[in-house]
């Protein structure tokens, strides 16, 4: 590979970086009950990789966890659509009735897909699982509660109209909208139901 190359590589990189963390910034301003830290990146994915984790807290409880992680190869993968992949996780704690809902599957998925539209996020080849987890005590463990939590892991490629700029920072507000819409936050846009979230555990 070229100097040259190289260095394109790693200014392409550096600028989509540099839309994750404008991407977060934007987001403080109306989600502050979102923290957010640089987590160590996968290294065998992609030529270049960035993580950032982000947990919900509402009066002093961790309701919801997220991970955000940007892959980038400028010579595209199999299964990709462009240089650029996207692979977000969350989780949140919900009341058992509402996990037990046939549907918070469907529903949940449409959290990220109108997230990701409502936001012009150019996306395609996208993937991703819903998991109801249920948590139940045995033995000495036999009186704690029931948990049940909700848990998407999705990956897309993001895509530009221009051919310029894959605007990563609307990615990030996508994946940040739709992990404070699972942990029951009060929706930004109009129309957007909102899930009441479990009691959560004490932050720390």
């Not at 046939?102 to 897909?113: D, H, S």
């Not at 029951?184 to 109009?190: F, H, S, W």
Request: hydrophobic letters at 40%; charged letters at 25%.
């Amino acid at each position: 590979m070229s100097a040259g190359r190289n260095t394109d590589e790693e200014s392409a990189f550096r600028a989509a970086v540099a839309e994750i963390e404008a991407g977060i910034a934007d987001r403080q301003a109306d989600r502050p009950e979102v923290s957010f830290e640089s987590e160590p990146p996968p290294r065998r994915l992609a030529p270049h990789a960035a993580a950032i984790g982000a947990t919900v807290g509402v009066d002093d409880r961790e309701v919801g966890w997220g991970r955000f992680v940007l892959l980038y190869d400028p010579s595209g993968q199999d299964g990709w659509d462009g240089p650029f992949r996207v692979i977000a996780y969350l989780r949140a704690e919900l009341e058992p009735e509402i996990a037990a809902d046939p549907l918070i599957g469907q529903v949940g998925w449409t959290w990220l897909t109108e997230a990701l539209d409502s936001r012009q996020a150019g996306y395609a080849a996208l993937s991703g699982t819903v998991t109801r987890v249920v948590t139940e005590g045995f033995g000495a463990k036999q009186d704690e509660p029931v948990a049940t939590e909700f848990e998407m892991r999705a990956s897309w490629s993001a895509t530009s109209e221009d051919g310029d700029s894959a605007r990563i920072d609307r990615h990030v507000a996508a994946w940040i909208e739709a992990l404070c819409t699972a942990a029951g936050l009060p929706p930004v846009a109009p129309g957007v139901a909102r899930l009441r979230p479990a009691r959560g555990r004490p932050r720390t």
